[in-house]
């Protein structure tokens, strides 16, 4: 997978090469990228899977950057856990040890299913110790995720800590991962497909996808500002059409918006897909 833009694929591309790359029935105009991350540093990548092109890199610059996954990194962390047999199915359950963690949804006993629908951190930070530090950086490897780098703490280094990811990075992921080109087996690959699934839109697209929420700092140690960190990445098919695109961002200057970053990169992505036609 190329990330260098061919001509039907820009940075940002006119409306009419997007109809033409997407098959659109018209020309339309392209979603107004600076509108729908509304001041935020954002980055928005689409790739299609069935052509094997570029479609969109919007902010190059942003898309190249490093960040942490936060949770997005239960996605690879699925396929580990689904491959070695440490989860057999999307049942598979562990206990609440009874600490509260200030979210009802994850204040309980979770399955596998509902660890990724609710994004549980628990969850994963028992995952992690049952693979083992020299597991997951065999597979991080295999994957080619980010910067491999676990010196962060086996159930720490995703959580903005050791462990960053570009937004181009995590597209080559999930077209490996979507393509079924990981070093896991077939089983691993179906779980973790089933446990991404979120919805399948009134227009007949179907949608997998995982969100991430973070945050970064700015100004001096005693004028520290959080900003935002979000993500949503995934896949979009309908009919022999398929994209797996990624969404990035991170706040400019303190949000009103108090929702998880993961929950507005959730929402930039769903109505830039919906202006294009992709849901």
């Known amino acids: 997978m ?10 940002p591309i006119a409306g009419c090469a ?16 600076a509108r729908l991350f509304a001041g935020r540093d954002g980055c928005f990548a689409l790739y299609d899977v069935k052509a ?8 190059p610059e942003r898309c190249a950057k490093r960040v942490s996954p936060c949770s997005t990194f239960k996605v690879p962390l ?17 206990k609440w040890d009874g600490k509260k963690s200030g979210r009802d949804a994850w204040d309980r006993d979770q399955t596998a299913a509902t660890w990724m629908e609710n994004s549980v951190v628990w969850f994963s930070q028992r995952l992690t110790p049952q693979l083992g530090i020299e597991t997951v950086k065999s ?6 995720f980010g910067n491999q780098d676990m010196s962060g703490g ?3 280094a995703w959580l903005e800590s050791s462990m960053t990811i570009s937004p181009d990075e995590q597209l080559r992921f999930w077209e490996k991962f979507w393509r079924e080109e990981l070093p896991v087996s077939k089983h691993a690959f179906a779980m973790t497909k089933k446990i991404t699934l979120v ?3 009134a227009s007949g697209w179907t949608l997998h996808g995982k969100t991430g929420s973070g945050a970064t700092g700015a100004g001096g140690p005693r004028q520290k500002i959080v900003l935002g960190l979000g993500w949503y990445v995934g896949h979009v098919g309908k009919g022999d059409r398929e994209y797996v695109f990624v969404t990035n961002y ?3 200057v303190r949000s009103s918006d108090t929702r998880p970053g993961g929950w507005v990169a959730r929402d930039i992505a769903k109505k830039i897909l919906t202006e294009m036609g992709l849901y």
Not at 18 to 33: H, K, Q, R, S
Not at 79 to 86: I, K
């Open 18 to 33: 997007i109809a033409l790359a997407l098959a659109w029935p018209a020309c339309a105009a392209e979603p107004d990228f």
């Open 2 to 11: 190329s990330l260098a833009p061919s001509r039907r694929s820009s940075i």
């Open 154 to 156: 086996l159930t720490t």
């Open 139 to 144: 597979y991080l490897a295999g994957f080619d």
């Open 78 to 94: 699925a396929l580990m856990a689904f491959d070695r047999g440490v989860l057999v199915d999307e049942n598979s359950a562990m």
């Open 250 to 252: 991170s706040d400019r």
């Open 52 to 59: 094997n092109k570029l479609v969109v890199r919007y902010n």
């Open 199 to 201: 919805d399948t839109s």
